[in-house]
């Protein structure tokens, strides 16, 4: 650590990472592990030049460093495989049980129990890491190449402690993270689990727990009275879940150290429980191995500013192998089956790629866009769910200049995708004449999961539904439908689907697992005969008549070929 300080004092920059075991070095009556003869306590470069990545530009601000690699190819294989979880489901029980009894006889009141994971690595860790990393775009990545091939991935949510100028002072500020939550399927449900999450009592005591160790901790570096918590109970956003933080800050104190704030910090409260030391002692006990790097700190030191992240969702490659930990906050009305998902969970940008996808808005043009206002609404909605740059007036004026261009008596399909960069395609089609007779749709062989969260947007990640399509036209029918899981009606290849039974229409709910399409939400809100019901096979056989319908061809009556299976 005087290494540290003094390569910071004169003008230098350092980065690097502590692993969680390094803790012991501050703190011996915690009694941790060694992190193993193979692997350093610390890992820190001394640096005489810093460069800095512009993310809104893509380029370095100043210019890039000499022999940099260049970066994989998309094509790169980055899979991993042979995933396999340290601690299988029933033995964990047995120790978060163990955990109760230590906290019914007020050893702790909480602790942060964790395990690893361990998976065979792709020979390019670098794709593999801006594979993983665009899964799990975070504020506080990093890419450690600290030996042969020795590796370091990280993809941390959770900032450890950021320090800035305030004038003559130094700011030190703590986030710590604490409590989690599955994201919902759709806006609307995600603002559910969000407002769940800030409110649910458990997440919130695990939370605070947290939040006052750290109080506390930063009491002994910062000046009286100046230590302050904000923000508690903050739902914060991730592609997959949503984590609980709080902020802690405070003005340091002139004579304060790195090696102090450290020794008073680390490791981060969030990763152990309360009491620390008693905590730490007995994860030593109860976990079977050293976390090493997980749960560790990876941070960059200068004069100007400092970063360290707590290294969760952080993986170490040794060659072809490489582990990662997970683990949640133990408490007494902790369910040992959920905490297990919450492990899961945390665990899926490791198996479940992004796709690379657009999102679609398909529309009507007839001298105007009919149902613009829901278009623009559905699709910017879907923009805020997964992040992408939305520009509404924007869009609204490409989409009027493309209009501009149609003669007045030409009906028109327009097709308008948005990238996740917010760039927009709009192209456009003659529309067809509608035939009289009914459509023929058949059934669609392969069942659909209500859970996948990509049924629910409308966008070019839909893979099945363009093969079943395909498939569906060259045996002469013009669509499919499709059924989830628990054999519920969903929705066509290229429709909502709309059921007249004694003179009423009936669409299934969303929450089964279909697109809420924009001619739906249409009838829906000014047709007092149309309401929702989850329906079956055998509703669609029992109706007076089937529809399908999409904003570009309305309602339009189907016969269905029960008999015929879609190969």
């Keep these: 650590m005087q290494q540290i300080e003094l390569a910071v004092s004169r003008g230098q920059f350092v980065a690097g990472f502590m692993t969680y075991e390094c803790g012991g070095c501050f703190e011996p009556n915690a009694a941790v592990r060694s992190p193993g003869e193979d692997r350093p306590l610390v890992w820190f470069g001394i640096y005489d030049k810093c460069h800095t990545w512009d993310h809104e530009a893509g380029a370095f601000v100043d210019q890039a460093p000499p022999g940099l690699m260049p970066a994989a190819g998309e094509a790169t294989a980055c899979d991993i495989g042979g995933l396999e979880f340290a601690m299988a489901e029933a033995e964990y029980a047995e120790r978060i049980e163990a955990i109760h009894e230590l906290i019914r006889a007020g050893d702790v009141y909480q602790l942060n129990f964790t395990f690893p994971l361990r998976f065979d690595a792709p020979e390019r860790i670098d794709a593999l890491y801006a594979a993983l990393r665009q899964r ?31 004038g003559a002072r130094r700011r030190i500020v703590t986030r710590p993270m604490k409590g989690t939550v599955r994201r919902g399927r759709t806006t609307a449900e995600d603002r559910e689990a969000a407002e769940w999450l800030r409110n649910d009592a458990k997440n919130r005591s695990e939370n605070v727990m947290i939040v006052d160790l750290l109080r506390n901790d930063l009491g002994r570096l910062c ?30 104190r002139e004579d304060v150290s790195f090696e102090e704030i450290l020794r008073s910090l680390f490791p981060s409260g969030s990763v152990t429980g309360a009491p620390k030391i008693r905590a730490m002692q007995l994860l030593s006990e109860l976990e079977g191995e050293a976390r090493g790097v997980y749960t560790g700190m990876i941070g960059f030191f200068s004069q100007d500013e400092s970063v360290a992240s707590v290294a969760i969702r952080t993986l170490e490659v040794n060659g072809r192998h490489a582990t990662m930990g997970v683990g949640s906050g133990i408490v007494i009305d902790s369910v040992a089956a959920e905490e297990y998902r919450e492990c899961q969970l945390k665990s899926r940008f490791l198996t479940e790629p992004m796709p690379n996808f657009e999102l679609i808005e398909t ?61 927009v395609t709009i192209s456009s089609e003659p529309l067809e004449g509608a035939v009289a007779a009914p459509l023929r749709v058949c059934i669609a ?49 290229v429709g909502n689907v709309f059921v007249e039974k004694d003179r009423m229409l009936f669409t299934p709910p969303v929450s089964c697992g279909l697109l809420a399409g924009v001619y739906r939400r249409h009838l829906l809100k000014t047709r007092r005969d149309v309401k929702e019901r989850v329906l079956y096979p055998e509703d669609l056989k029992a109706a007076d008549r089937v529809y399908l319908s999409n904003a570009v061809r309305g309602l339009r009556l189907v016969e269905i070929d029960w008999d015929f299976r879609l190969l």
Excluded: C
Aim: glycine share 6%.
């Design 445 to 493: 062989p392969e069942r659909t999961d209500a859970a996948d969260r990509f049924y629910f947007h409308k966008t070019t990640n839909r893979a099945l539904y363009m093969r079943t399509l395909i498939a569906a036209h060259q045996a002469g029918f013009d669509d499919a439908l499709f059924l989830n899981r628990d054999g519920q009606v969903t929705e066509s290849a």
């Design 363 to 423: 529309m009507l043009w007839q001298g105007g866009y009919p149902l613009l206002e829901l278009h623009l609404d559905r699709i910017e909605d879907s923009a805020d769910y997964f992040d992408f740059r939305f520009d509404r007036a924007t869009i609204l004026e490409r989409l009027l200049a493309v209009g501009a261009t149609i003669p007045d008596a030409a009906p028109h399909k327009v097709r308008l995708l948005l990238s996740k960069d917010g760039s």
């Design 136 to 166: 799990q775009p975070v504020e506080y990545g990093a890419f450690v190449h600290w030996a042969r091939g020795r590796y370091v991935l990280s993809y941390s949510p959770e900032l450890f402690f950021r320090i800035d100028r305030d």
């Design 223 to 252: 000046e009286f009275g100046s230590v302050k918590a904000s923000d508690l109970f903050a739902a914060e956003r991730h592609p997959t879940l949503w984590q609980m933080t709080s902020t802690v800050s405070g003005l340091l």
